[in-house]
């Protein structure tokens, strides 16, 4: 994996994962750590990536007010304050809108796989 902060391809993968089960890597070169998600817009968020993708999905989908999504976010035990899914919302909406347009002008499709967003 290229570390964000040198960009260099020289990484070590550690033994240890972060609380939500995300890799470690150590760069060799500057010698900082760096997990999966470093550099992205999902870098300091306190829940997993999946579940913010999640309640954003439903917010758009099934137009639920942002205090709903908080409430359902406390079934499973997760505290979310409804600033908080609106901050998501703000930083994942542009992001998945640029490539739900790069898929539907067909720029998406490289190989025959699809495009993975990077966040």
């Not at 900082?32 to 829940?47: A, M």
């Not at 998945?96 to 796989?113: E, F, I, K, P, V």
Request: charged share 25%; proline share 3%.
């Amino acid at each position: 994996m290229r570390c964000p902060h040198c960009s260099s391809t020289v990484t070590t993968k550690r033994s240890d994962r972060t609380a939500h089960g995300y890799h470690r890597f150590l760069c060799r070169e500057c010698g900082r750590g760096f997990n999966e998600r470093t550099g992205s817009v999902l870098n300091r968020l306190q829940v997993p990536s999946d579940i913010v993708f999640l309640v954003v999905l439903w917010r758009l989908w099934f137009k639920l007010s942002l205090r709903d999504l908080a409430e359902i976010l406390l079934l499973p035990g997760l505290v979310s304050s409804h600033e908080a899914v609106r901050d998501w919302e703000a930083k994942l909406v542009p992001l998945l809108t640029d490539t739900l347009r790069q898929c539907r002008s067909g720029a998406c499709r490289t190989n025959g796989s699809a495009h993975r967003m990077q966040a």
